[in-house]
């Protein structure tokens, strides 16, 4: 099916050009950052150009593909493609190679009342491991790239810039409808009735849904409230103005989930310190690796959580009744192919066994990942997303290790990102731009912690001074 006009198309032709200027024009870590961000906010949802033998290009492909092209072949550096431990190698084995396991223990058609799904071929598998690598080519970029706190800063920088400019829009949406995608792009891309809230609406741009502008919101929101706290001088009072802006228009994108974590990030942020930081981004990591297993053992406390939303709206109390029932379905049809998944072609789905219709949505990136690809494909997702976390934290308890406050805020939005996945499939390409970054800086910091230090240079005494002649 194809989506959008000549415009949508047009653009995802010359982003590569885009790119180029970027890492022409800009240091490599500054030009990664606008390239995958860029991308993300400004190319059309949905719209694609389907090649034979070859992934989808689209706006999170093409942005990603084209950052590799420069470092590749105009910038001519080496990239290391595996982490240094054994654990990075094996999650990001698996998370790759994977998808073949997938195709081999689905290769049977799946029945339903009116037909069939198809089996999987081995075609699939080889379209499907080159749509893995690539998921996984902004971790491998910004561990190379974006390793440093100056790197870091330069993120929450970008974040702030392109909030200032993206609100633009997305005011206008939240005032007129979310009409903008279809002035440009000629289409929208998804259900204008989940955009209306409140009685009014909310924004979403060119990105796939307003919970994921919601999201973007979030992070510049708490990008600026870093770099306010982190300022000095002229700048402190400029942060602070953007930081109230930025949350007001966090206010506007009327998303709940993304204004809880908002309120839960300012405290901490304003309250915390370095290590507390760390520590509450992988305590994030850990309660998202968690969740399935609680869910599983039916240890989540629905009712009590179902209360609460009830106390905000009824409106909400439905639509997370909605989503539990949906995960309830999907798990136990998932625990019928629990290490490898059901693949693609819906078969991931619960069908009814007398219409055939189509019972549930998956909404949440763990229940997807868990019903395409089984627990392995889960653990290797989600394993990659939260190494970077606990690797930080554990050396970020280490005596006399310092970490950035930069360092610390990239954490916060990945640890947040990770828990949102749970309810939503907010993973998009700088998510993993995100953990790269961390994952390069928590190995540089265990490669510093190993080497020995350098003994002092002995220099030459310097010469005594004469005595002063007083006269």
């Known amino acids: 099916m194809q989506f959008g006009n000549i415009i949508a198309y047009l653009m995802l032709l010359i982003w590569p050009l885009v790119t180029f200027v970027l890492f022409r024009r800009l240091t490599p870590d500054k030009a990664l950052i606008w390239t995958i961000l860029g991308g993300y906010?400004?190319?059309?949802?949905?719209?694609k150009i389907d090649l034979p033998a070859v992934p989808d290009l689209d706006k999170f492909s093409i942005p990603t593909l084209s950052a590799l092209v420069m470092v590749l072949f105009v910038r001519q550096e080496r990239l290391a493609i595996l982490p240094p431990t054994f654990l990075g190698k094996a999650l990001m084995a698996l998370f790759i190679l994977g998808a073949f396991a997938t195709v081999l223990t689905n290769t049977q058609p799946f029945p339903l009342a009116t037909g069939q799904l198809p089996g999987m071929r081995l075609y699939d598998s080889v379209a499907a491991v080159p749509n893995q690598f690539i998921a996984l080519l902004p971790l491998i970029l910004g561990r190379r790239y974006l390793a440093t706190p100056e790197a870091m800063r330069n993120i929450a920088v970008a974040l702030v810039v392109a909030g200032l400019f993206y609100?633009?829009?997305m005011l206008i949406e939240v005032r007129l409808s979310p009409?903008?995608?279809v002035w440009v792009y000629g289409f929208f891309q998804h259900d204008f009735i989940q955009m209306i809230r409140q009685g009014g609406f909310r924004p979403i741009v060119f990105l796939p849904h307003g919970l994921w502008a919601a999201f973007f919101a979030l992070m510049c929101y708490v990008s600026a409230?870093?770099?306010?706290?982190?300022?000095?001088?002229?700048?402190?009072?400029?942060?602070?103005?953007?930081t109230v802006y930025l949350g007001l228009l966090l206010v506007a994108c009327k998303s709940v989930g993304p204004l809880a974590y908002g309120v839960v990030l300012s405290g901490i942020i304003l309250l915390a310190g370095r290590r507390g930081m760390v520590l509450a981004a992988a305590a994030m990591a850990l309660l998202a690796i968690s969740y399935p297993l609680l869910r599983g053992a039916h240890l989540v406390p629905i009712d009590t959580l179902l209360a609460f939303a009830e106390s905000i709206s009824p409106e909400r109390a439905q639509s997370l009744g909605f989503r539990f029932d949906n995960e309830e379905m999907l798990l136990d049809h998932a625990s019928q192919q629990a290490l490898f998944g059901w693949g693609g072609y819906g078969r991931n789905h619960v069908y009814d066994a007398v219409t055939g219709k189509l019972l549930t949505i998956s909404?949440?990136?763990w229940i997807i990942a868990m019903g395409v690809s089984g627990w392995l494909g889960f653990i290797a997702?989600?394993?990659?997303?939260?190494?970077p976390l606990f690797a930080l934290a554990k050396q970020g308890l280490r005596r006399g290790v310092e970490i950035s406050p930069?360092?610390?805020?990239?954490?916060l939005i990945l640890g947040t990102n990770m828990v949102d996945l749970l309810p939503n499939a907010t993973l998009i390409p700088f998510t993993w731009l995100l953990a790269g970054a961390l994952l390069g800086h928590a190995e540089a910091l265990a490669l510093a912690r190993r080497q020995p230090a350098a003994p002092p240079v002995a220099t030459a005494a310097a010469p005594a001074r004469p005595p002063r002649t007083v006269l």
């Open 179 to 181: 009409q903008i995608n």
């Open 41 to 47: 906010l400004l190319l059309p949802p949905l719209a």
């Open 225 to 242: 409230l870093m770099l306010a706290r982190c300022a000095s001088g002229k700048e402190r009072p400029r942060l602070i103005a953007a």
């Open 363 to 365: 909404d949440g990136a």
């Open 381 to 387: 997702q989600f394993g990659l997303l939260a190494l």
């Open 167 to 169: 609100s633009i829009p």
């Open 406 to 411: 930069y360092v610390c805020l990239v954490a």
